[in-house]
C-alpha cells in the first residue's frame, strides 16, 4: 500500500488553483466558463523585458545561477528599494527565489519550530496557512471582517501575541481583500511589535505596484522594528511576469544566509534566463505599471459599480491588487430546485454549474461569508461574468 506523508496529508489543496483546474476542464468539454477564480495579470510581459530574455540566452547565461541569485539582480532590488520605499538594504540581506511563495517557504522554513505560533490577519492569502504547516508551525487567528475594512486592529494584534508567537505574516496590498494598510495604521501595528521583538513580520508586498491610493507604505519603514521585518516582493504582479517564477526576500543578513543554506538543498537558483528578465523589470522603463494600474483601476470601478446594484451582495471598495471579496452570506439557506446554498463554497460550486462563472469560496481565505473573484480580465469579460452572477443569485429563494 503506498501511503504519503502526514505532512502531505496535512495540507490543504489550494481551493484557487483547484477551481482553476475545474475550470479549464469545463472548458475542454465544450462549455464558455468565464474564469476569475485565479489571481493574474492579463497582461503580457512588456517587451523590453522579454528582449532582455531573448539576449540571456544568446549570451549564454544558461549555466547554473548563484544560489542566492545573480550579484547584478540583488543590486538591483536593493536599489529599487531606495528607489521606491526608501529603505537602504545591502546585497547580503537579499536572496532571489523561485517565485514569491518560494520566498515565504524559506523564511518560515528557516525561522520556525514545531509548535511555534505564526498569527495570521483572516482574511488571508490561501497558502500561508498552509505553509505555516510544512514548518510544522501553529497558525493563529485574527479575524477581521468587513465592517473593519478586512484589517486587524493593535488591540487585536497585542491580544494574539503570546510568549510562543513566533512571526507574523500579511499582505499589503491584500490578496484576497485588495485592502491597503495606511501609513498610520501601520505605524499603530510597528508600536505593537516594537514591544515584542521576539515575533519577526513578514511583509508580503507582491501586489505594492497595484495600487489606487497613491504611494506604497511598508512597515519595514518605522525605526525600531527593522531587524524583526522581512519584506517579500517580485516581478509577478507589478510587471506580468507570473510564469518567469522570480520573487525576492529583504531582511537580517542571519536569515538571508539562512534562507540560501536551506534554498541550496532543495532547488538552487532561479532560473538564470528570467533573472537576467526580472533585471530588465526593476532598473528599464517603469511607464508599463501606471499604465496597468490605470486599466485595473477602471476595471474595479465598473465591479464596484455592478455590485452595488445586486441585492444581497455586501460588499467594500477595494485600495490595490486586483480581487473583490463580496459578502454573500445573505443566500445562505436559499435554493435553486435541488441546488441548496448552505456556505461559501456551495455558492462558488453553483456559480459555476449554473453561471458557468469561477470563483472561489472565501472560507479558503478564512472569510467564510464571501467569495472572491479576480478582475484582471477585460471588461467585456467582466461585465459578461457579472450579468450571469447576477442572473444565477436572482434564481436562489
Known amino acids: 500500500m503506498m501511503k504519503v506523508s502526514k505532512r502531505l ?213 518605522f525605526e525600531g522594528i527593522r531587524e524583526q521585518v522581512v519584506i517579500i516582493n517580485g516581478v509577478s504582479k507589478g510587471y506580468a511576469m507570473t510564469g518567469w517564477r522570480i520573487g525576492f526576500m529583504a531582511g537580517p543578513e542571519w536569515l538571508v544566509r539562512a534562507c540560501q543554506k536551506l534554498q541550496g538543498q532543495y532547488t538552487s537558483g532561479a532560473c538564470s534566463i528570467a533573472q537576467k528578465a526580472a533585471l530588465a523589470a526593476l532598473m528599464g522603463d517603469q511607464s508599463f505599471i501606471p499604465a496597468m494600474v490605470r486599466v485595473f483601476a477602471e476595471r474595479r470601478n465598473l465591479v464596484i459599480k455592478r455590485l452595488a446594484t445586486m441585492e444581497g451582495i455586501i460588499n467594500q471598495c477595494p485600495e490595490g491588487a486586483f480581487y473583490v471579496l463580496p459578502d454573500v452570506s445573505s443566500f445562505y439557506g436559499k435554493a435553486n430546485g435541488s441546488n441548496v446554498i448552505n456556505d461559501c463554497n456551495d455558492i462558488a460550486m453553483y456559480l459555476l454549474s449554473e453561471a458557468h462563472v469561477a470563483t472561489v469560496g472565501g472560507s479558503a481565505f478564512g472569510a467564510p461569508d464571501t467569495i472572491r473573484f479576480s478582475y484582471a480580465t477585460s471588461t467585456d469579460i467582466l461585465d459578461e461574468g457579472l450579468t450571469r452572477i447576477q442572473e444565477a443569485l436572482d434564481k436562489l429563494q
Open 9 to 221: 496529508n496535512s495540507l490543504s489543496r489550494s481551493a484557487t488553483l483547484a477551481m482553476n483546474q475545474r475550470s479549464r476542464e469545463m472548458i475542454l468539454e465544450g462549455i464558455n466558463v468565464i474564469n476569475l477564480s485565479i489571481g493574474e495579470p492579463d497582461f503580457d510581459t512588456p517587451d523590453h523585458i522579454k528582449q532582455a530574455a531573448i539576449q540571456a540566452i544568446h549570451d549564454n547565461f544558461t549555466h547554473y545561477p548563484p544560489v542566492h541569485g545573480f550579484l547584478d539582480l540583488r543590486e538591483a532590488f536593493c536599489a529599487k528599494l531606495r528607489r521606491d520605499n526608501q529603505l537602504n538594504y545591502s546585497v547580503d540581506e537579499v536572496i532571489v527565489s523561485n517565485g514569491g511563495k518560494q520566498s515565504i517557504a524559506n523564511v518560515m522554513m528557516s525561522l520556525i519550530n514545531p509548535g511555534d505560533e505564526v498569527i495570521i490577519p483572516a482574511p488571508y492569502w490561501v497558502s500561508y496557512p498552509e505553509i505555516v504547516k510544512l514548518a510544522e508551525g501553529t497558525a493563529v487567528y485574527i479575524n477581521a471582517g468587513i465592517s473593519q475594512d478586512f484589517k486587524i486592529t493593535p488591540e487585536q494584534l497585542e491580544a494574539a501575541i503570546t510568549p510562543r508567537s513566533k512571526a507574523f505574516i500579511f499582505s499589503s496590498p491584500s490578496n484576497p481583500t485588495g485592502q491597503i494598510y495606511s501609513k498610520e495604521e501601520l505605524a499603530d501595528l510597528a508600536e505593537v511589535f516594537k514591544k515584542n521583538p521576539h515575533v519577526y513580520v513578514i511583509s508580503d508586498e507582491i501586489y505594492e505596484h497595484i495600487n489606487y491610493t497613491g504611494k506604497h507604505e511598508t512597515i519595514a519603514s
